[in-house]
């Protein structure tokens, strides 16, 4: 309980900053059940792109504790278009921690980490309309624990 009364500040000062981002589209979060991001659970995001002609940075919010057991996460993305038609499927690697020296990378306090990897530089929305973005959890363990939640943010390239 005392974690959570932590982190309320750090969270209101990232929901007002967010807020204050010109430049940002959508971005939404899943808190997964029990910190532990199952092979099956796979958090899917809907939104709106109604500019074509701008380009978007796509990003993979990832929220770990300090038990997560590896340095490393593989996350599997699928977009499909308002058509429902897909418009990419990658598997991404990002370093939750240094390999060498196991120090968290992110930002946090206490035993949790914030983590925001550019997933999809420079992206081109072809279609005005509601995409969806699907991601699963690509390790070689069905259950990964200290998994806290997942999420995208997107924004208008060359922005924050």
Not at 132 to 154: C, N
């Amino acid at each position: 309980m005392r974690q959570i009364l932590r982190l309320l500040p750090l969270l209101s000062l990232l929901l007002a900053l967010a807020a204050c981002d010109p430049a940002q589209v959508y971005e939404k979060n899943t808190d997964l059940d029990e910190n532990v991001w199952a092979v099956q659970v796979k958090p899917a995001f809907e939104f709106t792109i109604q500019d074509t002609t701008q380009l978007y940075d796509v990003f993979f919010n990832i929220r770990n504790a300090s038990a997560y057991g590896y340095y490393n996460l593989y996350v599997k993305h699928t977009l499909t278009g308002p058509d429902g038609k897909p418009v990419s499927k990658l598997l991404h690697q990002m370093l939750l921690m240094d390999p060498r020296t196991g120090e968290p990378s992110g930002s946090g306090t206490g035993d949790i980490y914030d983590h925001q990897f550019l997933a999809l530089p420079r992206q081109r929305f072809h279609q005005a309309g509601t995409y969806k973005m699907v991601l699963e959890q690509y390790m070689r363990q069905d259950q990964l624990p200290g998994i806290m939640a997942v999420g995208i943010r997107v924004a208008k390239a060359g922005g924050k």
